[in-house]
């Protein structure tokens, strides 16, 4: 299982050495990057209706660069969010946290087939809570159920990629790894994220099947998709999903409103639902609406 690892990780690594030779204004290498800042107030006072005051403060970070030419074709991203709310009650709680880093290194085969070597990488900032009111006192118990690099998923896979014109691509990787990592003792020490208990660290060798969709479906308005399956070869009844759709509509050179929907399901994870209903693994979703400052670069 480390060979293919070690063999995603050799290739990309070539082509940054490759990359490096060139001279770093050539046209063939394109970046990009953007900074959103968003804020949010609500205030009540005497409000008939009912309503708590809060305050909302959130960040997100993309950068991209790529390098193409006839025959090869580098794309290196990473996206990062994180946000947090003050409600007057509640205190200070995080409500977004998001770090993925994807590097992915095609050699063409045909004019829409290539050789694909990828790495996808992803985990959070700082720590996360599950809040519960104790049924008997009354207070606000909280529990860790997850840090940085608890958990945290390595994927590296190689396959060939299919892709019809800039916007869609689909990838099929009959060699794929996914790497599942807990450091925090007492999430490793419950098995937390389907590690063994007492492990950090769980390897399952599979496929993996990857559908990547980015294109300005209208002036000033550009969607972003990205799904990622993963299926074991010793379990292929169950198969681990993880979608990623990002909508930005830009209002002008500094103001824009963008929509993060995060979609996942994975076998080894219980869900997690204020009333306990949820006993076993479940759908798991997660959207962000932000109105904020935008900055491109």
């Known amino acids: 299982m480390k060979i293919i690892a070690l063999l995603a990780i050799m290739i990309i690594a070539n082509s940054f050495a490759y990359g490096q030779d060139e001279n770093p204004a050539d046209t063939l290498w394109k970046k990009s990057g953007n900074l959103n800042i968003n804020m949010q107030q609500n205030g009540f006072s005497n409000w008939a209706n009912g309503g708590e005051s809060s305050v909302a403060l959130g960040s997100a970070f993309n950068y991209s660069l790529d390098f193409e030419d006839d025959d090869t074709n580098w794309h290196n991203s990473v996206d990062m969010a994180y946000g947090f709310v003050n409600k007057k009650e509640q205190g200070l709680r995080k409500n977004n946290d998001l770090i993925v880093i994807t590097s992915e290194f095609g050699q063409k085969l045909s004019p829409r087939w290539k050789f694909s070597a990828s790495l996808d990488i992803r985990t959070q900032f700082s720590d996360g809570f599950e809040y519960k009111i104790d049924e008997n006192t009354g207070d606000e118990i909280r529990t860790l159920v997850s840090t940085f690099l608890s958990p945290g998923y390595i994927q590296p896979y190689v396959g060939v990629r299919y892709k019809k014109g800039k916007s869609f691509s689909v990838a099929v990787s009959p060699l794929a790894q996914k790497i599942t ?97 949820v006993t076993g693994p479940a759908l798991q979703l997660r959207n962000v609406l932000n109105i904020g400052f935008n900055i491109k670069f």
């Open 181 to 277: 990592i807990v450091t925090d003792e007492g999430l490793s020490a419950t098995g937390a994220y389907g590690v063994d208990p007492g492990k950090k660290v769980r390897a399952q060798f599979g496929s993996n099947i990857n559908v990547h969709y980015k294109k300005e479906v209208f002036e000033n308005v550009t969607v972003k998709s990205n799904l990622l399956i993963f299926g074991d070869y010793q379990t292929l009844n169950y198969w681990d999903v993880n979608y990623d759709l990002f909508i930005d509509f830009k209002v002008n050179s500094f103001l824009s409103t963008n929509f993060l929907l995060q979609a996942i399901y994975d076998h080894d994870i219980k869900g997690n639902s204020e009333d306990e209903s």
